[in-house]
């Protein structure tokens, strides 16, 4: 049974949330309720405890059971935070990692997958400042259920109204069934660039940022995996939760990577490897000559063939591509080579996506059918989009209900 914890923040529109919480919990999810202390002046805990049979917190300091810290207790049991109606107050502060009250708090301290459904002024929503925090949340993976257009309870006309329940709880079950899509299955991800050394101070690496590895682990947790990750040093911290093994060379990441792939069920390339390593690392630094330079570079092993071999045969594998065109046969080529079921190419030559920026563009491939494309979105979106499609050749998966 799914655990959600139900958000209701000070909009007229907070008396909807009684019926949001039914909705829910009808869905057959255990729903615990959190008002804002705002909220609290429109609709009542006793309305929430009497509806869910759950206790309902509204200041930061509220403890149902003595001596434990409810914030952190909700957030780690949740396995969907929904915000509905979430005004632009809480969207603003959340945004920011403002935690004022028992709500901010546990959303600051919860790592799940998050839905919220505004509901406020139009000229509230439409404020730069929303409209950026809103682009915030979205790019940190949080489901906007946009709000209607139409009357407003001021009497403004506008986009503001909390959307209509059953859409809300609609995107509710169906990301509590993504949220079940990958139980039980182990994913590996490699991630980060390698750094291959020349002596004691310097190496050979690439522009790998380890965003995208980052955001298919967290995705991939999200879907209820036992997620590791073997990262290379990447600019980004990997997210919290899954196993991580971190490694500096292509030879590490091979040798760590080699001892997971053996029971993994879906295996994600996502790390940028050095080709090549310094044939010798010379002892200590190199110092400055007036000679030219000449740097013996041997190849590396590809460690996604590998791992392709020491996997299970129900296996899948993904590879990335960062190709510098659009022209997908390079990428194809590689899927072939490598033994991969799918290769998910992005067009470096584009500005703003892939290295080291906050979106991405793929094309899948996989090796029947024509390639999909994701459009522009965030990491996070773009794991999202990827995780959907190739969870489907796992054995035994079901289509998301
Ligand atoms: N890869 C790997 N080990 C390597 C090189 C690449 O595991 N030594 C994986 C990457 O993690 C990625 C895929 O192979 O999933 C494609 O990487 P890419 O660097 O694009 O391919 P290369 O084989 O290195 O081809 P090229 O550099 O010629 O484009």
């Given at each position: 049974?799914?655990?959600?914890?139900?958000?209701?923040?000070?909009?007229?529109?907070?008396?909807?949330?009684?019926?949001?919480?039914?909705?829910?919990?009808?869905?057959?999810?255990?729903?615990?309720?959190?008002?804002?202390?705002?909220?609290?002046?429109?609709?009542?805990?006793?309305?929430?405890?009497?509806?869910?049979?759950?206790?309902?917190?509204?200041?930061?300091?509220?403890?149902?059971?003595?001596?434990?810290?409810?914030?952190?207790?909700?957030?780690?049991?949740?396995?969907?935070?929904?915000?509905?109606?979430?005004?632009a107050?809480?969207?603003?502060?959340?945004?920011?990692?403002?935690?004022?009250?028992?709500?901010?708090?546990?959303?600051?301290?919860?790592?799940?997958?998050?839905?919220?459904?505004p509901a406020m002024n139009p000229a509230m929503l439409a404020n730069?400042?929303t409209?950026?925090?809103?682009?915030?949340?979205?790019?940190?993976?949080?489901?906007?259920?946009?709000p209607?257009e139409g009357e407003v309870?001021c009497?403004e006309h506008g986009q503001g109204k909390?959307?209509?329940?059953?859409?809300?709880?609609?995107?509710?079950?169906?990301?509590?069934?993504?949220?079940?899509?990958?139980?039980?299955?182990?994913?590996?991800?490699?991630?980060?660039?390698?750094?291959?050394?020349?002596?004691?101070?310097?190496?050979?690496?690439?522009?790998?940022?380890?965003?995208?590895?980052?955001?298919?682990?967290?995705?991939?947790?999200?879907?209820?995996?036992?997620?590791?990750?073997?990262?290379?040093?990447?600019?980004?911290?990997?997210?919290?939760?899954?196993?991580?093994?971190?490694?500096?060379?292509?030879?590490?990441?091979?040798?760590?990577?080699?001892?997971?792939?053996?029971?993994?069920?879906?295996?994600?390339?996502?790390?940028?490897?050095?080709?090549?390593?310094?044939?010798?690392?010379?002892?200590?630094?190199?110092?400055?000559?007036?000679?030219?330079?000449?740097?013996?570079?041997?190849?590396?092993?590809?460690?996604?063939?590998?791992?392709?071999?020491?996997?299970?045969?129900?296996?899948?594998?993904?590879?990335?591509?960062?190709?510098?065109?659009?022209?997908?046969?390079?990428?194809?080529?590689?899927?072939?080579?490598?033994?991969?079921?799918?290769?998910?190419?992005?067009?470096?030559?584009?500005?703003?996506?892939?290295?080291?920026?906050?979106?991405?563009?793929?094309?899948?491939?996989?090796?029947?059918?024509?390639?999909?494309?994701?459009?522009?979105?965030?990491?996070?979106?773009?794991?999202?989009?990827?995780?959907?499609?190739?969870?489907?050749?796992?054995?035994?998966?079901?289509?998301?209900?």
């Amino acid at each position: 049974m799914a655990n959600v914890v139900l958000g209701v923040t000070g909009s007229i529109a907070a008396y909807r949330a009684a019926d949001l919480a039914r909705e829910l919990m009808r869905g057959g999810c255990t729903v615990r309720v959190c008002l804002t202390p705002a909220a609290e002046k429109f609709v009542t805990r006793v309305l929430f405890e009497s509806l869910t049979g759950q206790p309902c917190l509204v200041w930061a300091f509220d403890e149902p059971e003595a001596g434990r810290m409810a914030h952190i207790d909700w957030a780690r049991q949740a396995d969907l935070l929904v915000i509905a109606p979430a005004t632009a107050n809480i969207l603003n502060k959340i945004a920011s990692g403002v935690a004022d009250d028992m709500l901010s708090t546990i959303a600051l301290a919860y790592t799940g997958p998050m839905l919220v459904a505004p509901a406020m002024n139009p000229a509230m929503l439409a404020n730069e400042t929303t409209q950026a925090s809103l682009r915030r949340l979205v790019s940190r993976g949080v489901e906007v259920v946009q709000p209607a257009e139409g009357e407003v309870a001021c009497g403004e006309h506008g986009q503001g109204k909390l959307a209509s329940v059953s859409e809300i709880a609609s995107a509710a079950m169906a990301l509590i069934g993504w949220t079940r899509r990958l139980e039980g299955r182990r994913v590996l991800v490699t991630s980060g660039p390698t750094r291959e050394p020349i002596d004691s101070v310097r190496f050979l690496s690439n522009r790998s940022s380890g965003k995208m590895g980052a955001a298919l682990a967290k995705a991939a947790l999200w879907m209820g995996a036992d997620v590791t990750v073997v990262t290379g040093p990447a600019a980004v911290p990997p997210p919290l939760g899954p196993k991580v093994v971190r490694v500096e060379t292509a030879l590490e990441m091979l040798a760590a990577a080699s001892r997971e792939a053996p029971t993994a069920d879906l295996i994600l390339a996502v790390a940028a490897v050095a080709d090549y390593r310094a044939a010798e690392q010379h002892p200590g630094k190199m110092r400055r000559t007036e000679e030219d330079l000449v740097l013996r570079l041997v190849p590396n092993p590809d460690v996604v063939a590998e791992l392709g071999r020491l996997a299970k045969p129900d296996a899948v594998l993904v590879g990335f591509a960062a190709e510098p065109t659009d022209d997908l046969a390079a990428a194809r080529a590689k899927l072939e080579r490598k033994g991969l079921h799918f290769i998910a190419a992005n067009d470096v030559s584009q500005a703003g996506i892939g290295f080291e920026s906050d979106e991405n563009e793929l094309v899948l491939i996989g090796r029947e059918g024509s390639p999909e494309r994701s459009g522009r979105l965030s990491k996070i979106g773009c794991a999202k989009w990827l995780l959907d499609r190739v969870a489907q050749a796992l054995p035994g998966e079901r289509e998301t209900p």
